[in-house]
Every structure is written in C-alpha cells, then in structure tokens.
C-alpha cells in the first residue's frame, strides 16, 4: 500500500506533539513540530467558568492536512478529562478552512453567527464515547 506524503508528513508533525503537551495552571497548549524541529502549528485550551475556548494556528503551507482536526481531537480530549463542559471557538466568517474542522467532530457542533464572526461550540460530555486520539 502506498502512502499518501501529505498525510505522513502530517504525522510525523505530530510525532512530537504528544511530547509538548503542557498544563499550565487550568490552560493546555500544544505544538506540533516538522520533522527539522520547526514549530508548524499550535492548539490552546482557555477556560473560563464551565467552558472552555479552543484555539488553532496552522502555518499556511500545512493547512489542508488534516493537522488543525488533530490538533482538536487532542485539545477536544483534554477538555473532556479536564471536565470542562462546553468547547467552544471563533472564526471569521468566510474562512473556508477552518469553517471545514467542525465538520469532523464527531459529535453534534452549535454554529452561530454574528456580524461577520462565526462562534462553535460543542457540549463536551458528548464526545466521551467518540473521541479518539491515536498516540503517535
């Protein structure tokens, strides 16, 4: 079987992610590196009383990878055992790609927008038994 490069150059970012994953105080942020060390995305968890704001930044030539949807499953898992009970992000409007992620949640995903911003949220108790994140 062949293997697909953008996916395995997707991973081997990810290789080192699970070695970066930081708590620091009730905040979880996460980086994911290339295979030269270089830092090509980045996933923050923000909390707030019983929510939670995740936050992404891929670099531009790693967008489409399906690196932004890993980096969520890892985020959407340490909300879920931290005990956060909503998960929730903003967009602009527009932004095709990111518009995109949410679509691979596997769980119900609330959409609402307002004046050119686009805000998700998902109850974090339904991912319980539907997410998974695979251990490099």
Do not use: K
């Not at 670099?59 to 990878?65: A, C, I, V």
């Not at 399906?66 to 898992?77: E, I, K, N, P, V």
Request: hydrophobic share 40%; glycine share 12%.
């Amino acid at each position: 079987m062949s293997r697909n490069p953008r996916t395995t150059r997707a991973r081997s970012a990810l290789t080192v992610l699970a070695g970066v994953s930081i708590a620091a105080g009730c905040s979880v942020h996460l980086a994911a590196r290339d295979t030269i060390g270089r830092v090509v995305a980045v996933g923050h968890l923000l909390p707030d009383r019983t929510g939670v704001e995740a936050a992404l930044l891929v670099e531009d030539s790693w967008q489409g990878r399906g690196l932004g949807t890993r980096l969520l499953r890892y985020l959407g898992h340490h909300a879920l055992t931290g005990g956060w009970e909503t998960l929730y992000g903003f967009f602009l409007a527009g932004d095709e790609r990111i518009d995109a992620i949410p679509r691979h949640v596997p769980a119900p995903v609330g959409r609402r927008e307002d004046g050119g911003a686009v805000t998700v949220s998902i109850q974090v108790h339904g991912l319980a038994d539907r997410l998974s994140v695979r251990r490099p």
